[in-house]
């Protein structure tokens, strides 16, 4: 680490105008590399992305903060320490190792540069040049990339989502993890953060995660669901048009039979039972409308650990950043507008994946061939379009996701369930009480001002996990009865704002210093 580093390094949560040029100081633009092409993340779409820019020939720097190529989806062993993987964890394994060939073949020819354990603080668009650039940084920890920044004549967004998640009383207990995370956990480092689980919330995503646990030698007390599955029958025809889904379902169902899973419809936890750890959760079934149903109440003990899970988030932080036109999904998301080829409304600039609205690994992979060969022409100087294939491919793919964010909607009546002392922040600590007084006494009608106020999405997630609740809260939604998510109108404009976070990065103040106008 240089002295300059050691003294002048500070968190930095925006962007500047770069401080006058010192005599002999080399511009950090003159030593950036250009590509044709630059993806940033590497799982299913970032992969397929970079993989269909390659095998057409052009220059691809591809960005990620894990150190080897995969993302949340195909996360799996460290090769650097030659752990062993089979896949035995995955869905899609097969489809990951083709993908991963054709990466490191694009590596291998010198096509593709792999920017790992890197992070992108700050992307922009240079004009006249018309060229994107992105300043990178190490994504653990201080300091400055050796490379600290590029440039891309075309670039694709890949950056994936992370768990949506509702607060629950008791929530804040060590042993309490998004679903997502038991898995990633699992997959990461073949055991668990626990041994008897309970996993809650709504959508398919809670069937693998019970099956994962299983895998790796632990158990699962629970799955609770809190939709009543009614919701796929006048979509059956959706679910029919990717036959893969049923076989991968079927399987789960296997699993749960063989090993006495209970699994629960129309269940949520009404609280997490524990003082220092989790020992436990209080659950109810609930009617449509939110309402919990009298006597139906019962508590699981003997748990260590409870894995939640509503959907998922995608990140928007960079698209929005670079002003991309966005939209509110049916599952309340926000997501990026695309067309066909996945271009965005700012020219050169292609999404794929979850920010474009979650669908699963396989639509991810489709949609990052798409945008990775329509980015490679687009550099070059021409165009790409779709197949007639690959457009009823979308279509039936994107058909499913609908139906199933309409089959397991984010459930009525969650905020009611909520007690005034039940943590929403668990970075800032900033209880349902807090967040209510706000609303009701000062105004906060929106999670900008709820964050002004209470600190709420101040902490290091920066509002990732507790984001979505509190658009929800101050938009006056969730109640019994009422909507869960807020109107889209409210909605768009208060997760515009938590998607307008800034990207949280210790950097040194050089990096600000080098920064060209």
Known sequence: MS????????????????????????????????????????GPAGLAAAAAASDRGVRVAVIDAAEQPGGQYWRHRSEAFGAPEGGEFHHGWK???GLRGRFDAGVAAGRITFFSATSVWMA????????????????????????????????????GGYDRQLPVPGW????????????????????LPGSRFVIAGTGPFLLPVAANIIQAGGSVAAV??????MGWLPRAHRAAGVPAKGVEGAGYVATFLRHRIPYRIRTVITEILGTDRVTGVRTARVRATGETIAGSEREITGVDGVGLGWGFTPQLELPVQLGVSTRVDVDGSLVGIVDENGLSSVAGLYLAGEITGVGGAPLSVLEGEIAGRSAAASALGGQSSITGAERRALARNRGFAEAMHLAHPVPAGWADRLTPETTVCRCEEVSYGELGQAHDELAADDLRTEKGLTRAGMGWCQGRVCGFAVSCLSAGAGGVGGEAIPAVEAAAQSLGQSAKRPVAQPLPLSALRDLQD
């Open 124 to 159: 922009r668009t240079l004009t006249p040049a018309g060229v994107f650039a992105l300043e990178l940084a190490p994504s653990h920890g201080g300091g400055q990339s050796a490379v600290p920044s590029i440039r891309a004549t075309s670039l694709v967004l890949a950056t």
């Open 224 to 229: 609770l669901e809190s939709a009543s599955l």
């Open 95 to 97: 489809q990951y190792l």
């Open 172 to 191: 804040q207990l060590p042993g309490v993890m998004a679903a997502g995370g038991i898995q990633a956990f699992v997959k990461q480092n073949g055991m």
């Open 3 to 42: 002295e300059e580093t050691q003294h002048t390094e500070a968190p930095v949560v925006g962007g500047g105008a770069a401080p006058t040029e010192r005599a002999g100081h080399v511009r950090r633009a003159e030593r950036a590399p250009h590509f044709d092409v630059a993806v940033v993340g590497a």
